[in-house]
């Protein structure tokens, strides 16, 4: 099995920065993407960002294309995402995925493709 913890939630003022931070232990060697997604009070958990893990091919929602960027580190089983330009909209509980199958340019960003869920952070953006 495979193990998400992520850390680095906070309260901050719109415009400002916040970086995220997801740690993979377990089984991990066969992770193929990791991916952000995040649900608001009341609403659905949507796609945020991804990253596959032996190209590092990035995705991101149109909400956020520009203000944020995934990275990850293979050798530490981590991904990250930097959150820039916050608006009070970006307020959400962040959650850390990972999956072990092989995504398209649709599935990955989808929540089915992911098996392996952290237990989230909560992100707030004051106006």
């Known amino acids: 099995q495979v193990q998400l913890v992520e850390s680095g939630g906070g309260l901050v003022q719109a415009g400002g920065s916040l970086s995220l931070s997801c740690a993979a232990s377990?089984?991990?060697?066969?992770?193929?993407?990791m991916g952000w997604f995040r649900q608001a009070a009341g609403n659905e958990r949507i796609f945020v960002a991804a990253i596959t893990w032996s190209r590092g091919s990035s995705y991101y929602a149109d909400s956020v294309k520009g203000r944020f960027t995934i990275s990850r580190d293979n050798a530490k089983n981590s991904v990250y995402l930097q959150m820039n330009a916050l608006k009070p909209e970006d307020t959400a509980v962040y959650f850390c995925a990972a999956t072990k199958v092989v995504p398209n340019d649709v599935t990955v960003r989808r929540p089915p493709l992911y098996a392996y869920w952290g237990q989230g952070t909560q992100v707030t953006v004051s106006s």
């Open positions: 377990g089984r991990t060697f066969t992770t193929s993407a």
